[in-house]
């Protein structure tokens, strides 16, 4: 069983930054993909951004791109997104979640494992 704990939400005004960061147990962590998910109240989950096993490769989701940077730390099995110029929209509860495979994807069905989600709530 793979344990996925997400920290740094909170509230920040529009323009200003937060650090999201996510811890997994397990010792598998190089050979998987980490994503980082969002869903907003009403709305669907979508993609944020993921990131290779090794970290060599990352892919962003079009609305974050240029904003937000993923990175990871296999040797403290964490990975981080990097939140700058947030604006009123990136509001929603943020996922980290586990691709069992380690090759990035921004397909929900691809991810195993779930954390419970950080509030991020940006001000206008």
């Known amino acids: 069983q793979v344990q996925l704990v997400e920290s740094g939400g909170g509230l920040v005004q529009a323009g200003g930054s937060l650090r999201l960061s996510c811890t997994a147990s397990?010792?598998?962590?190089?050979?998987?993909?980490m994503g980082w998910f969002r869903q907003a109240p009403g709305k669907d989950r979508e993609f944020v951004a993921a990131i290779s096993g090794s970290g060599g490769n990352k892919y962003y989701d079009h609305s974050v791109q240029g904003r937000f940077t993923i990175s990871r730390d296999n040797a403290k099995n964490t990975v981080t997104l990097q939140m700058n110029s947030l604006k009123p929209e990136d509001t929603a509860l943020y996922y980290c979640?586990?691709?069992?495979?380690?090759?990035?994807?921004?397909?929900?069905?691809?991810?195993?494992?779930w954390g419970r989600g950080t509030q991020v709530t940006v001000s206008s």
């Open positions: 397990g010792d598998t962590f190089s050979r998987n993909a």
């Open positions: 979640a586990r691709n069992p495979r380690t090759v990035v994807s921004p397909k929900g069905n691809d991810y195993d494992y």
